[in-house]
């Protein structure tokens, strides 16, 4: 595997390969989520590549930027032991030079859900992603569900733009009671790691409504609320029940549904979905 900070070396990098590059843009502190991202594109994809990039521009001011949890030596074992081709570990400087200007808004897209709370969030994370796609210049690029509204931006940014590469977006993996892999999950102590699980539980008894025949969506997302009033370390910041393209909130659901939620647990700031 090869490791690289220079952008020029990941081009010739990439010069070198042929056959289809799939590509992983990840934050670093890899849980089982991200492998799940990397053993799909080692099977579909020639040649895999990776990028490690804490990106400052997606972090408002206030939030976890400084104590993200970063662990490169570990991520890049994990890396390799999965057969990842090559890892690009820009620093911020690079990435964002003195005198840097440009940004991708996707607009109607990035404003509900997260960015009502994360202003400027997806501004961030278009333009590194886009950055990232231009540096690789790969086939596929592979993302979770988890960030089912990054998702939808990113999908949006690629057709836009004519970018020409396959978004793959793979389904969330979970602990085994529920909890959505996050590399914000560390923060949790004991007390509310177990309260944690009070997102998954929300989002499934509004499920189980749905599956039982259910389609007024403010009935869907009173189900998740009575979840989340009876766990009292939870505060919710949004609870959603929206058209999965649009991302508008749905009154009757006719076809797909967004179940999405924001939840702090402590200090803890949660995301997780279910795309039914
Ligand atoms: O999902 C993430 O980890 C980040 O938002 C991404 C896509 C790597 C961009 O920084």
């Known amino acids: 595997m090869r490791t690289t900070e220079s952008l020029s070396e990941l081009r010739t990098i990439r010069a070198s390969m042929q056959g289809i590059l799939g590509l992983i843009p990840t934050m670093g502190a890899l849980h089982a989520g991200h492998l799940s991202l990397v053993r799909r594109a080692c099977s579909e994809c020639r040649h895999v590549g990776a990028s490690i990039f804490v990106n400052p521009t997606q972090f408002s001011k206030g939030e976890d930027f400084g104590k993200y949890p970063r662990a490169v030596q570990k991520d890049l074992e994990l890396l390799e032991s999965l057969g990842v081709d090559v890892v690009y570990i820009p620093a911020a400087d690079s ?61 949006r940014m690629v057709r836009d733009l004519n970018f020409p590469v396959d978004i793959i977006i793979c389904p969330t993996v979970r602990e085994p009671d529920g909890l959505a892999m996050s590399s914000r999950n560390v923060y949790l102590n004991p007390a509310e790691r177990q ?82």
Not at 126 to 145: C, E, I, R
Request: negative net charge; aromatic residues 8%; hydrophobic residues 40%.
């Open 195 to 276: 309260a944690a699980t009070v997102l998954y539980g929300a989002l499934s008894a509004a499920k189980s409504r749905y599956d039982s025949g259910e389609r007024d969506a403010d009935v869907l997302r009173d189900t998740m609320q009575s979840v989340l009033d009876a766990e009292p370390m939870a505060r919710a910041q949004y609870i959603s029940a929206a058209d999965p393209e649009t991302l508008g909130e749905l009154k009757t659901i006719n076809q797909g549904v967004l179940l999405s939620l924001a939840v702090c647990i402590g200090e803890t700031r949660l995301i997780d979905n279910f795309l039914i």
């Open 95 to 155: 990435m964002y030079p003195p005198g840097y200007q440009t940004w991708i808004d996707v607009e109607a897209l990035s404003t509900p859900l997260e960015g009502k709370f994360r202003p400027g969030h997806f501004r961030g994370v278009a333009t590194v992603v886009a950055k990232l796609l231009n540096s690789f210049t790969p086939d596929k690029a592979y993302f979770g569900q988890k960030d089912a509204q990054q998702a939808a931006v990113l999908k």
